[in-house]
Each structure stands twice: as structure tokens, then as C-alpha cells.
């Protein structure tokens, strides 16, 4: 099988990433957020391991690239926990540095400014996901992943070395974090230019999960997603009124602050400002 493929295997209608190639240099994520949705199709997900032979694999097919996007991971973080010790997901971007790609490093962790150095040598960003910038809150929802304040540290540390840097505000979570209107402003001030955002959506363990750490709002989500929502692509969905309410606020004080803004997957493309995954910063000037 294949380390590095195509982007979106499942031609998702809703996708709205440009043509890009992907590769998780792990398997599963030690992070244990809540709301993952790789956890329905990666058996195993939160016990995280290399992926086999790795490293010859990669030099092989790395070999070949063309100038593609190649986006760092989709399926699972590249800087799990255990990355600080093996260094693999360096020892990949060594491999990249010699080939011709562009690459979008989508990551949680603040163990990302470590490779900053070989960042800087190919054309590169990294799409850093804060889901809120309340540090109680993001234990609950991410326990095993660094802290918003050590995220938001990070994104300014990324700027400060010249990387360009976009922001996941992913998911928005009714009752919970969505209100980020402070969290934009502070990014703003940081320097961030870009903004994805995605709301929640629900599968059977992910809602699972959120329901044992967090009943009180669960139960106001349950009609929102049963009774109101939209069953779309395996996933049920907040209702479209209220997503576009939700994505509405964050697009309108990204507008307010000079910030570009996508969605993702959720059939409101129409709101984008620019390409929905931030990957139109590797077309800017450095």
C-alpha cells in the first residue's frame, strides 16, 4: 500500500480542497480528542504507531513527487506525543527538503516549532488547529494534546520564523466554543491571515465520547442534531440555518480583522474568502 496519496479518497461532494497528495507518517493519535472522527474507520486509533517501514518507503516514493501539495496528516497529527522521542515525522521532512513538493503540515502540537529549521527550506505552512482558546475547556475535549495557550504560543513562535501559519478553528461545538470571537482577535494580533472553521459533526463513538465527558451539553445538542440536524455522508449534521449562523460570526470578524476565511465541508463554500485549507499561503510572496 501506499504511503502517500491522494487527498480525499472518498470524493467527498463537500470537499472543497484544492488537488493535493497526503501521508501520516503514524498510524492513530495519542492526542484522544473527543469529536476525532478517524476513530469510526482506524482501528485502534488512540494507540499510536509508526507506520512500517516508514522511512524507506517515503525516500522511495518521495522520489517521484512533482510539485505537489502534500499535506502532513490528515488521518492523524503528525507530532503525536511519542514524536518527540522517535523523531520520525523530522526525519521525514529531512527526506522532503531534497524533493519537489510543497508542504502543509496540519498539526495540534506545539512540538511543531521544533522543525522550523527544515520548514524554512522548502515551501512549506502549517495549519495549526485551536479549537478554543480556554484551556479548561480544550483538556476536556483534547486531554492528551498541548494546552490553547502553549497553541497559541506556538502560532506566534511559527510566525516569528518566518513560517506562513493558518488557523483550525475545528469543530465548533454548540454551547461549548462558539463564541470564538476573542480567540480571532488574538490571532489577528499574532498575525494569522487565515482561518478554517468546521462545526461538529457526530458519529456513533465520537458522541459517545462527548456524552460521558460532557452530559449537560450534550443534552442541548440532542435536538439540535436528532431532531433538527442532517444525516450527510455517514456524519449527522447541525441543521443549515445554524451552520451558517456559526461559520456567519466567524467569517464576519475575520472580515473585521483582515483575516481570510474557508469552511470545511459544510456546503457553504459560498462564505470562503480563499482557498477553504489556508494552502493559497504557499502561492504568496515570501
Not at 504507531?49 to 512500517?52: G, H, I, T, V
Not at 459533526?201 to 449537560?216: E, G, M, S, V
Not at 467569517?251 to 459544510?266: L, P, S, V, Y
Not at 493559497?280 to 504568496?284: D, I, N, Q, R
Given at each position: 500500500?501506499?504511503?502517500?496519496?491522494p487527498?480525499?479518497?472518498?470524493?467527498?461532494?463537500?470537499?472543497?480542497?484544492?488537488?493535493?497528495?497526503?501521508?501520516?507518517?503514524?498510524?492513530?493519535?495519542?492526542?484522544?480528542?473527543?469529536?476525532?472522527?478517524?476513530?469510526s474507520?482506524?482501528?485502534?486509533?488512540?494507540?499510536c504507531?509508526?507506520?512500517?517501514d516508514?522511512?524507506?518507503?517515503?525516500?522511495?516514493?518521495?522520489?517521484?513527487?512533482?510539485?505537489?501539495?502534500?499535506?502532513?496528516?490528515?488521518?492523524?497529527?503528525?507530532?503525536?506525543?511519542?514524536?518527540?522521542?522517535?523523531?520520525?515525522?523530522?526525519?521525514?521532512?529531512?527526506?522532503?527538503?531534497?524533493?519537489?513538493?510543497?508542504?502543509?503540515?496540519?498539526?495540534?502540537?506545539?512540538?511543531?516549532?521544533?522543525?522550523?529549521?527544515?520548514?524554512?527550506?522548502?515551501?512549506?505552512?502549517?495549519?495549526?488547529?485551536?479549537?478554543?482558546?480556554?484551556?479548561?475547556?480544550?483538556?476536556?475535549i483534547?486531554?492528551?494534546?498541548?494546552?490553547?495557550?502553549?497553541?497559541?504560543?506556538?502560532?506566534?513562535?511559527?510566525?516569528?520564523?518566518?513560517?506562513?501559519?493558518?488557523?483550525?478553528?475545528?469543530?465548533?461545538?454548540?454551547?461549548?466554543?462558539?463564541?470564538?470571537?476573542?480567540?480571532?482577535?488574538?490571532?489577528?494580533?499574532?498575525?494569522?491571515?487565515?482561518?478554517?472553521?468546521s462545526?461538529?459533526?457526530?458519529?456513533?463513538?465520537?458522541?459517545?465520547?462527548?456524552?460521558?465527558?460532557?452530559?449537560?451539553t450534550?443534552?442541548?445538542?440532542?435536538p439540535?442534531?436528532?431532531?433538527?440536524?442532517?444525516?450527510?455522508?455517514?456524519?449527522?449534521?447541525?441543521?443549515?440555518?445554524?451552520?451558517?449562523?456559526?461559520?456567519?460570526?466567524?467569517?464576519?470578524?475575520?472580515?473585521?480583522?483582515?483575516?481570510?476565511?474557508?469552511?470545511?465541508?459544510?456546503?457553504?463554500s459560498?462564505?470562503?474568502?480563499?482557498?477553504?485549507?489556508?494552502s493559497?499561503?504557499?502561492?504568496?510572496p515570501?
Open positions: 500500500m501506499a504511503l502517500i496519496t487527498f480525499d479518497p472518498w470524493h467527498s461532494k463537500l470537499c472543497t480542497c484544492p488537488p493535493k497528495l497526503t501521508f501520516n507518517p503514524y498510524t492513530g493519535c495519542d492526542h484522544k480528542c473527543l469529536y476525532c472522527y478517524a476513530t474507520y482506524i482501528p485502534k486509533f488512540y494507540t504507531r509508526p507506520k512500517k516508514l522511512i524507506p518507503k517515503l525516500k522511495k516514493e518521495a522520489a517521484k513527487l512533482n510539485g505537489e501539495i502534500l499535506s502532513i496528516a490528515n488521518s492523524s497529527d503528525p507530532y503525536p506525543n511519542q514524536e518527540a522521542e522517535k523523531g520520525l515525522t523530522r526525519k521525514c521532512l529531512e527526506i522532503l527538503t531534497q524533493s519537489n513538493c510543497k508542504v502543509q503540515i496540519i498539526t495540534k502540537s506545539n512540538l511543531v516549532t521544533r522543525d522550523t529549521d527544515l520548514l524554512k527550506k522548502m515551501r512549506s505552512t502549517v495549519s495549526l488547529t485551536i479549537t478554543t482558546d480556554n484551556d479548561e475547556t480544550a483538556k476536556i483534547e486531554p492528551h494534546a498541548p494546552s490553547s495557550t502553549a497553541r497559541l504560543k506556538t502560532a506566534e513562535s511559527l510566525i516569528a520564523h518566518g513560517i506562513l501559519t493558518s488557523i483550525r478553528i475545528d469543530p465548533i461545538i454548540p454551547f461549548l466554543n462558539d463564541n470564538p470571537q476573542q480567540l480571532i482577535k488574538t490571532l489577528a494580533t499574532i498575525g494569522i491571515k487565515h482561518i478554517t472553521a462545526t461538529y459533526k457526530i458519529k456513533p463513538d465520537n458522541w459517545q465520547r462527548l456524552t460521558k465527558a460532557l452530559p449537560k450534550t443534552e442541548k445538542l440532542k439540535l442534531y436528532f431532531e433538527k440536524g442532517e444525516k450527510i455522508s455517514r456524519y449527522i449534521y447541525l441543521p443549515k440555518d445554524l451552520r451558517f449562523k456559526l461559520m456567519k460570526t466567524i467569517r464576519t470578524t475575520a472580515d473585521n480583522h483582515g483575516i481570510k476565511f474557508g469552511t470545511c465541508r459544510e456546503d457553504l459560498h462564505m470562503n474568502t480563499a482557498t477553504c485549507d489556508g493559497w499561503l504557499l502561492s504568496t515570501t
